[in-house]
């Protein structure tokens, strides 16, 4: 996995998201606003290691695969 | 919210390489619009979505996967290998 750096984002949001998803029609859900074509906002967050990681890093270094969990690390 | 220290537990016990972020203020969940709000019995609830997304070195963004196609990693590490033979070819 040399050719793009992976970026594992475990956006844990409401403990009760799971349930309430269950509600929510398809059309209540907002699309992303985010699309295509679009230069990324820059971001700064705290890793595993509790080292700072900056999207702007990265640019003309390497691709960027950016994957959003929820709840990765829970027992339910 | 999974904290740096749940994430590094994590990490561990998969065996992660890659870097595992937490966005502990949701600040870049509501800047990329992944964080979505659901009102219910008068109160607001907050959500993020599953998604992946592919950013090349110029920082633009390439591909957006989000709900339930999202799960699939499959198209996003196509366009990761798309991205790498372009690099290569230059």
Known sequence: MKRALVLGLLAASAMAAAPIARYVEKSDVAKMTLKVGDTAPDFTLLSNEWKTVKLSDYRGKKNV???VYVLAFTGG | MDSPAANAAFAKQIGITFPLLSD???KMLKTYGILKGYDK???TYEWALRANIVIDKQGIIQLVDEGDSAVDPNTALTM???????????
């Open chain 2, 41 to 43: 019995n008068n109160e």
């Open chain 2, 24 to 26: 502990m203020n949701r």
């Open chain 1, 65 to 67: 695969f950016l994957a």
């Open chain 2, 80 to 90: 990761c290998t798309t991205l790498h033979k372009k690099d290569a070819a230059k």
